[in-house]
Antibody
Framework: EVQLVESGGVLVQPGRSMKLSCAASGFTFSSFPMAWVRQAPTKGLEWVATISTSGGSTYYRDSVKGRFTISRDNAKSTLYLQMDSLRSEDTATYYC???????????WGPGTMVTVSS | DIQMTQSPASLSASLEEIVTITCQASQDIGNWLAWYQQKPGKSPQLLIYDATSLADGVPSRFSGSRSGTQYSLKISRLQVEDIGSYYCQQAHSNPNTFGAGTKLELK
C-alpha cells in the first residue's frame, strides 16, 4: 500500500525559510515522479512543483519559482520542499503526491500545514 | 495559463440521484483531464484520468466524458459516501490547473 507522510509544517514569519519532507513507502520510490500540491484554508487545490524520477528535471509554478526548491533522495525514499522568502500567500496545507501518471496525482499524503504570519 | 471553469460551485442532491459536474477549459487540452474527490478533512482522491479512465478502486457509478473543451463527471446513483468537494484538473500544460471546485451536499 502506498503511504506518504509529510512533516515540517509550522508557523513561520514572512521572509523566513522552511523545509518540508515527505517519507514514502509501499512502492518503488525511484520509479515515480513526485509532486507537491497545496490548498489554502477553505480554498481549492494548487499545483506547486514536480520532480522527475531521477531528480534531473524539476517544474514549478511561477509564483514559487526562485523561492522554492523541490528535491528527492531516492536512497531514503524521501521528497523535500525547501521554501525560502516565505509570504503570507504561501499559507496552506501542503500535500505530497505521486503516481505512475506524470501529471496526475494518484496518491496523496495527509498533508502538513504551513502558516506564514508575523 | 489554461483556465478551468467548473460548475456548479455547489450542488444539493438526493440519494440515488444522478449528479453531473462540468468543467470548461479555456483552450484545447485534449483528454488531459482528471477529476478528484475530497471528503471533509481528508486528502483528495483521484477518480478519473485521461478524461474518461476510472482510477483503481473507484466505484463504477463514477464516469467521465468529454465534448470538445467541456468535460463532465457523472455520478450515476448518489451515495452518502459521495458527499464532499470535487475538482477537475488539466494536465495538458504547465502550470497544470484545477477548477475552483464543486461542493456536493445531500438534500
Amino acid at each position: 500500500e502506498v503511504q506518504l507522510v509529510e512533516s515540517g509544517g509550522v508557523l513561520v514569519q514572512p521572509g523566513r525559510s522552511m523545509k518540508l519532507s515527505c517519507a514514502a513507502s509501499g512502492f518503488t520510490f525511484s520509479s515515480f515522479p513526485m509532486a507537491w500540491v497545496r490548498q489554502a484554508p477553505t480554498k481549492g487545490l494548487e499545483w506547486v512543483a514536480t520532480i522527475s524520477t531521477s531528480g534531473g528535471s524539476t517544474y514549478y509554478r511561477d509564483s514559487v519559482k526562485g523561492r522554492f526548491t523541490i528535491s528527492r533522495d531516492n536512497a531514503k525514499s524521501t521528497l523535500y520542499l525547501q521554501m525560502d522568502s516565505l509570504r503570507s500567500e504561501d499559507t496552506a496545507t501542503y500535500y505530497c503526491t505521486t503516481g505512475p501518471h506524470y501529471w496526475y496525482f494518484d496518491f496523496w499524503g495527509p498533508g502538513t500545514m504551513v502558516t506564514v504570519s508575523s | 495559463d489554461i483556465q478551468m471553469t467548473q460548475s456548479p460551485a455547489s450542488l444539493s442532491a438526493s440519494l440515488e440521484e444522478i449528479v453531473t459536474i462540468t468543467c470548461q477549459a479555456s483552450q484545447d487540452i485534449g483528454n488531459w483531464l482528471a477529476w478528484y474527490q475530497q471528503k471533509p478533512g481528508k486528502s483528495p482522491q483521484l477518480l478519473i484520468y485521461d478524461a474518461t479512465s476510472l482510477a483503481d478502486g473507484v466505484p463504477s457509478r463514477f464516469s467521465g466524458s468529454r465534448s470538445g473543451t467541456q468535460y463532465s463527471l457523472k455520478i450515476s446513483r448518489l451515495q452518502v459516501e459521495d458527499i464532499g468537494s470535487y475538482y477537475c484538473q488539466q494536465a495538458h500544460s504547465n502550470p497544470n490547473t484545477f477548477g475552483a471546485g464543486t461542493k456536493l451536499e445531500l438534500k
